[in-house]
C-alpha cells in the first residue's frame, strides 16, 4: 500500500507558466534533459485552463505575468477541487521574504529566486 502511494507521489508532467519566452524555454530545456514531460503557458489564465485539461503533477508558476499573475493563479488553483492537490512552486525574480511569506499563504509549496542554476530547481523538484 505504501509503495502504491509513493508512486501516486512521483512527479512526470510540469506546466511551466512564464510570459518570458526565454524563462519558459530555459525552464523546458533543464526539465525536458531531466526526463520530465513539459507543457508551458504564458500566462496565469492560460496556465489555470491547462492545468485543468493536463493534471499535471506540478506547477511552476512566474509571478508577474499579463493576463493573470502568479499569485491569481495559485488562489484559483487551491480553490479548485480539480487542481488543489498539484503542487505550485513559484519562480520569480522577487526576492522580497513578504513575497515569498505571501506564495505560501496563497499556497504555494515552494518559491525559486531567479536567477536560478539548473541544480536549484531540480533540487526543490526532489524535494517535493
Known amino acids: ?9 512521483v512527479i512526470r ?29 504564458q500566462s496565469g489564465n492560460e496556465a489555470k485552463a491547462l492545468a485543468e485539461s493536463e493534471l499535471p503533477d506540478l506547477i511552476m508558476l512566474d509571478i508577474i505575468m499579463d493576463d493573470g499573475d502568479g499569485y491569481q493563479a495559485c488562489r484559483a488553483l487551491k480553490r479548485n477541487a480539480a487542481t488543489q492537490h498539484i503542487p505550485v512552486v513559484m519562480v520569480s525574480s522577487k526576492s522580497n521574504p513578504v513575497d515569498q511569506q505571501w506564495a505560501a499563504k496563497l499556497g504555494a509549496t515552494a518559491y525559486i529566486v531567479k536567477p536560478y542554476k539548473e541544480e536549484d530547481v531540480l533540487q526543490q523538484i526532489a524535494a517535493l
Open 13 to 41: 508532467k510540469i506546466l511551466i507558466a512564464d510570459d518570458s519566452n526565454t524563462e519558459r524555454l530555459n525552464l523546458l530545456h533543464i526539465l525536458e534533459a531531466a526526463g520530465f514531460q513539459v507543457v508551458t503557458a
Open 1 to 9: 500500500m505504501l509503495s502504491a502511494q509513493k508512486e501516486a507521489a
